[in-house]
C-alpha cells in the first residue's frame, strides 16, 4: 500500500481512466440515441469529458515537476498519464467524425462497436485501481491479459463491421466515410491497450 504521498498518483490514474468510462460510456448513449440534429451539442458534451482528462494529467504533470521523489520513475509516470490522456481523445475524435462526415443514421455495427470500447475502458479503470498493489502482479496481470483480450475482439470486430460496409451502404461516400469512422473506434481500443502495455511495463522494472 503507498502513502498518503504516494497515493496522489495512483488516484490520478484512477480519475483520469474514469474520465475514459464516461466518454465511452457517452459515446454509446449519443450512438444508441443519435439525432444528427444534436451533434453540436453531443460534441460540446463529450468535450467535457475531455477537458476533465486533460486536467487530471496537467494535475499529474505539475505534481511531477515540483516532486524530489516519486513513487515509481518519474517518465514511466509521465507516459502512462499520457496513454490514458490519449484513449479519451480517441473516443472524442469518434463522435468529431460523426459530425464532419454528416452522418444521418448510424449503423448497429457502430453501437456494438461503441459498447467493446467503453469495455476497454471499464477494464482499464479496473486496472488502475488495482494498480497501487503493482507488487502483488497476480490479480494485476489477469485484468492486463483480458484488456489485450478484449482489444482483439476489437480487432477481429474492426473487420468484420468494415466488410460489411458494402452490403450496407449504397453510396460510395458512404462507405468512405464509414470505414474512417472504424478506424477511428479501432484506435480507442488499441489506446486502452497502450495503456495496458505502459502498466506492464512498469510493473516489470519494479517488481
Request: net charge negative; aromatic share 10%.
Amino acid at each position: 500500500m503507498a502513502n498518503k504521498a504516494d497515493r496522489f498518483y495512483f488516484q490520478n490514474f484512477v480519475q483520469a481512466a474514469e474520465c475514459c468510462c464516461k466518454a465511452a460510456d457517452y459515446l454509446v448513449e449519443c450512438l444508441v440515441n443519435y439525432d444528427p440534429k444534436r451533434i453540436r451539442f453531443m460534441l460540446e458534451s463529450m468535450h467535457a469529458y475531455e477537458h476533465m482528462a486533460d486536467m487530471k494529467k496537467h494535475e499529474m504533470s505539475s505534481a511531477l515537476a515540483k516532486a524530489f521523489i516519486t513513487p515509481l520513475d518519474r517518465e514511466d509516470l509521465a507516459e502512462l498519464s499520457q496513454n490514458i490522456d490519449e484513449a479519451v481523445d480517441c473516443i472524442e475524435e469518434v463522435l468529431q467524425r460523426f459530425y464532419v462526415n454528416q452522418i444521418q443514421v448510424v449503423l448497429p455495427e457502430a453501437i456494438e462497436f461503441a459498447k467493446k470500447i467503453a469495455g476497454c475502458a471499464r477494464l482499464m479503470k479496473d486496472m488502475m485501481l488495482e494498480f497501487e498493489n503493482y507488487k502483488k502482479f497476480d490479480a494485476l496481470q489477469k485484468l492486463i491479459i483480458e484488456l489485450n483480450h478484449t482489444e482483439e475482439e476489437c480487432d477481429a470486430y474492426y473487420l468484420e463491421a468494415t466488410v460489411k460496409l458494402r452490403g450496407e451502404c449504397e453510396d460510395v461516400l458512404d462507405v468512405i466515410s464509414w470505414r474512417e469512422i472504424y478506424d477511428y473506434m479501432e484506435n480507442c481500443a488499441d489506446a486502452c491497450e497502450h495503456v495496458a502495455d505502459s502498466v506492464e511495463t512498469v510493473v516489470m522494472k519494479n517488481t
